[in-house]
């Protein structure tokens, strides 16, 4: 059974040096790859990641920049980092087809060049959606401005994973810290933060409408559904409250979103999402490098899962494949060329 994880991590130095020189919220530690196994797997595109694939059974990974991408970076730095992100996976997909494929970064902080790389990233470059990590600095991912890149992925058929970043520094200081630097960092990324975070993301681009201009639009959330799904039946108050939106929450979150554990491998959790949206809502992703699933810890998970051989192909792979059949399809020769040589993969130029 083939086994496609869709929220695998990568990152390239051009973006390290970025936000190192940004510095400020930056310095964050909850933002920044930490040292040792994890940064090296972040870096390392090549053999070894293949070989990680391998010992877990996770047999495509769907590579995306790691957290927090180019969102809060100057708009000239956020525009070329995302294209020499974005050309740096391509060079891997083209290297190894049958083992990677990739979600675009998006200069957000331009919203027009935003839209501008999705185009090319899905069209040109062959990638099957693009990641959003939350906000872009103080805007909310359902702004004004970002409209355009939800008309433009609806138009492509290209999904937008939502990926976790850290609440604005007035939140973490209320809420997350008083515990010491190391616990904050934590309390307001991983153990926490991020997924409230996340998720009033998902629930704001629902409320504004963003599903009723688009149908088509598709978004996916890791984590379960960011908490989402473990309150809906208190949230669907919001139908009563004015709206005006098409339909039901629940139906946004059972037709326009998809959920998968970022490995976060409970049986428990995958039933109750299962319960609350249906088995064809649901996809595998391991969160690559930053959640050791453990040896053949992909397979095992979705093969003692206690549903029927169908259900769990549509886990591993089914459920992707079916919403990205209709997406453009196309990768340049130039890509494939730069590919063979070793250096196109491991440090692309600026």
Same mark, same amino acid.
């Given at each position: 059974?083939?086994?496609?994880?869709?929220?695998?991590?990568?990152?390239?130095?051009?973006?390290?040096?970025?936000?190192?020189?940004?510095?400020?919220?930056?310095?964050? !530690? @909850?933002? %920044?790859?930490?040292? $040792?196994?994890? +940064?090296? &797997? *972040? /870096?390392?595109?090549?053999?070894?990641?293949?070989?990680?694939?391998?010992?877990?059974?996770?047999?495509?990974?769907?590579?995306?920049?790691?957290? !927090? @991408?180019? %969102?809060?970076?100057? $708009?000239?730095? +956020?525009? &070329? *980092? /995302?294209?020499?992100?974005?050309?740096?996976?391509?060079?891997?997909?083209?290297?190894?087809?049958?083992?990677?494929?990739?979600?675009?970064?998006? !200069?957000?902080?331009?919203?027009?060049?935003?839209?501008?790389?999705? &185009?090319? /990233?899905?069209?040109?470059?062959?990638?099957?959606?693009?990641?959003?990590?939350?906000?872009?600095?103080?805007?909310?991912?359902?702004?004004?401005?970002?409209?355009?890149?939800?008309?433009?992925?609806?138009?492509?058929?290209?999904?937008?994973?939502?990926?976790?970043?850290?609440?604005?520094?007035?939140?973490?200081?209320?809420?997350?810290?008083?515990?010491?630097?190391?616990?904050?960092?934590?309390?307001?990324?991983?153990?926490?933060?991020?997924?409230?975070?996340?998720?009033?993301?998902?629930?704001?681009?629902?409320?504004?409408?963003?599903?009723?201009?688009?149908?088509?639009?598709?978004?996916?959330?890791?984590?379960?559904?960011?908490?989402?799904?473990?309150?809906?039946?208190?949230?669907?108050?919001?139908?009563?409250?004015?709206?005006?939106?098409?339909?039901?929450?629940?139906?946004?979150?059972?037709?326009?979103?998809?959920?998968?554990?970022?490995?976060?491998?409970?049986?428990?959790?995958?039933?109750?999402?299962?319960?609350?949206?249906?088995?064809?809502?649901?996809?595998?992703?391991?969160?690559?490098?930053?959640?050791?699933?453990?040896?053949?810890?992909?397979?095992?998970?979705?093969?003692?899962?206690?549903?029927?051989?169908?259900?769990?192909?549509?886990?591993?792979?089914?459920?992707?494949?079916?919403?990205?059949?209709?997406?453009?399809?196309?990768?340049?020769?130039?890509?494939?060329?730069?590919?063979?040589?070793?250096?196109?993969?491991?440090?692309?130029?600026?």
């Amino acid at each position: 059974m083939k086994i496609v994880a869709l929220e695998e991590h990568m990152v390239i130095p051009q973006v390290l040096e970025a936000w190192s020189a940004a510095g400020g919220a930056w310095a964050d !530690p @909850g933002t %920044q790859p930490e040292e $040792g196994v994890i +940064a090296r &797997r *972040l /870096a390392e595109l090549g053999e070894q990641r293949v070989r990680d694939m391998d010992a877990t059974g996770v047999d495509v990974q769907v590579l995306s920049l790691t957290t !927090p @991408g180019v %969102q809060n970076l100057a $708009g000239d730095d +956020a525009v &070329r *980092l /995302a294209t020499v992100a974005n050309d740096a996976i391509a060079a891997v997909i083209a290297s190894r087809p049958d083992r990677f494929d990739g979600f675009a970064t998006l !200069p957000t902080p331009e919203p027009d060049a935003a839209v501008d790389e999705l &185009r090319r /990233a899905v069209g040109t470059l062959g990638f099957k959606g693009a990641m959003l990590n939350g906000r872009t600095g103080g805007r909310n991912v359902d702004h004004p401005d970002f409209a355009e890149i939800y008309a433009a992925a609806a138009e492509l058929h290209a999904p937008i994973y939502i990926h976790p970043n850290l609440p604005q520094p007035p939140v973490r200081d209320a809420y997350y810290s008083g515990f010491g630097d190391a616990f904050d960092a934590m309390f307001a990324s991983w153990g926490l933060g991020w997924h409230v975070e996340t998720g009033i993301q998902l629930l704001r681009l629902i409320f504004s409408g963003a599903f009723d201009r688009h149908p088509e639009l598709q978004v996916v959330v890791g984590h379960w559904g960011e908490v989402v799904l473990f309150y809906l039946e208190r949230i669907e108050g919001a139908d009563r409250m004015g709206l005006g939106l098409d339909r039901p929450l629940a139906d946004y979150l059972r037709q326009n979103v998809s959920y998968t554990p970022s490995g976060i491998h409970s049986q428990r959790y995958l039933r109750w999402t299962i319960d609350v949206v249906g088995v064809d809502r649901v996809m595998y992703a391991a969160d690559y490098p930053f959640v050791d699933v453990g040896e053949e810890g992909a397979r095992t998970f979705i093969e003692q899962a206690p549903l029927s051989f169908e259900d769990k192909k549509k886990i591993a792979h089914g459920n992707w494949e079916r919403l990205t059949r209709s997406a453009p399809v196309g990768r340049p020769e130039r890509f494939a060329r730069e590919a063979s040589r070793p250096s196109a993969v491991t440090r692309p130029s600026a």
